[in-house]
């Protein structure tokens, strides 16, 4: 095969092969294929799309780049949950311990921050000594011994995926549903997973800002899952204002081992069973929502969850007595306080996202240190009541200067208003792909 004439294909709209995908992903792998007839390739798929067929093709072959888990001589089911990013969002922290405490196994492959969203992987190394590239081998062995573990992408799990993102990155090619959807669910096909549950995010702080923009996705999405043999559920949830009380780095895992001590904020609760709820009975554990949540929470409660977080913790080398927020002390800390009475009318989270990310906790350049110290807690949502001297936002960080480019930033993102105001939804639609093949 001659790349030229598959990349000719691809731009006159004609549908690749899965010999033609195979070849040249299995050439982008081998750098056979230089990175200018990746870019053209790209490029004719950000224009063109995909098909169906073609999507599962790109998927398979991305998976086929690497190695891929395997558990099922453990005969348990293998689950993961996956977030489209925002602003708080540490649930995973919750999930894969809370799953795993029910005998499920939870092997998370997790990311790090993207534009003004978190990353899992940026907030874990804020654990001292905390290892998040393992090896394929040693995270099998912890995975069996375990139940769950999260690790970041490594060049023996779908080494395609990495190259394109890569590549999707500097030729502005990223907002492509197959391209995105690939990239998502090759990684999950590659966990050897039996189901997942999908946070699709919308709102003013995620990606997609309106629920049209998410089903799109979250369609594809689940058309690929089941397509792999994969149980997948979607949720939409509310990113119009942050998940929880503090978003940054070391004080999401802070907020999230709260959580699974019983003592977590009511949205952090809700949207972890909701999520975990979805994979309860996809397992077979459960046959209504309901009770599996009351057990979650019973594990949540009991100590049971909070057991298997410690425990992936020492085995990725992690110090989890330091995790505490008396030893999680900044050097400089700022509160913005109302000015009026009132309720809080609106939050605009992305630009919070921008906030985090002067104050040290995301990257400009791929150069750029986080601070693990940074972070804000939210004493206030959308509808509360509050009054002149009331503390909106703390913010802290180890850099002065940067805290107060952030406070600047923050005094925009909320808005106070004299009427009464609703307290927004935190689920904004939930749908059970097996039920709601057709609906949307």
Not at 11 to 21: A, I, Y
Not at 354 to 378: H, N, P, Q, T
Not at 380 to 404: A, Q, R, W
Request: a neutral charge; charged letters at 25%.
């Amino acid at each position: 095969m001659i790349p030229a004439e598959i990349i000719e294909k691809k731009r006159d709209g004609f549908e690749l092969t899965s010999k033609e995908l195979n070849w040249f992903i299995n050439g982008v792998i081998k750098k056979k294929i230089d990175d200018s007839q990746l870019s053209s390739l790209l490029m004719s798929i950000y224009f063109r799309g995909m098909s169906d067929s073609e999507t599962n093709y790109l998927v398979q072959s991305m998976v086929d780049s690497g190695k891929k888990f395997d558990f099922s001589y453990l005969d348990k089911f293998v689950s993961d949950k996956h977030s489209t990013g925002g602003i708080g969002d540490k649930i995973s922290f919750i999930l894969a311990p809370l799953l795993s405490s029910f005998n499920l196994i939870v092997p998370m492959i997790a990311g790090r921050s993207l534009a003004f969203t978190g990353g899992t992987i940026d907030k874990l190394e804020s654990i001292p000594n905390f290892k998040t590239s393992i090896n394929f081998k040693d995270f099998h062995s912890q995975i069996e011994k375990i139940g769950c573990g999260i690790i970041s992408q490594s060049s023996e799990i779908c080494p395609a995926d990495k190259k394109l993102y890569s590549i999707r990155d500097l030729t502005g090619t990223i907002p492509s549903t197959p391209l995105i959807c690939s990239s998502i669910m090759s990684k999950k096909v590659a966990e050897g997973l039996n189901g997942l549950v999908m946070d699709i995010k919308v709102g003013n702080g995620a990606f997609m800002k309106t629920l049209q923009e998410a089903k799109v996705l979250a369609n594809e999405l689940k058309r690929i899952g089941q397509s792999f043999g994969i149980k997948t559920d979607i949720i939409y949830s509310n990113m119009s204002q942050p998940l929880g009380s503090y978003a940054g780095l070391q004080c999401e895992v802070l907020e999230a081992l709260d959580c699974l001590r019983g003592k977590g904020p009511g949205d952090l609760v809700e949207l972890s069973l909701e999520l975990g709820s979805k994979i309860m009975i996809q397992s077979g554990l459960f046959k209504d929502s309901n009770e599996s949540k009351i057990k979650m929470l019973e594990h949540l409660n009991n100590g049971k969850a909070f057991d298997k977080f410690e425990k992936m913790i020492l085995a990725q080398d992690g110090d989890v007595n330091s995790l505490t927020f008396e030893n999680h002390i900044p050097n400089y800390e700022i509160t913005i306080e109302s000015q009026e009475d009132g309720y809080i009318s609106s939050m605009d989270t992305e630009k919070i996202g921008w906030a985090l990310v002067e104050m040290g906790c995301g990257r400009k350049l791929a150069k750029d240190v986080l601070d693990y110290s940074a972070g804000i807690k939210f004493n206030y949502k959308v509808g509360d009541k509050v009054s002149p001297g009331y503390p909106i936002y703390e913010l802290f960080n180890n850099n002065e200067k940067k805290l107060n480019i952030a406070k600047a930033l923050l005094l925009e993102t909320f808005t106070i208003s004299s009427e009464e105001v609703p307290k927004q939804k935190l689920i904004c639609v939930r749908i059970w792909y097996q039920q709601h093949l057709n609906k949307y």
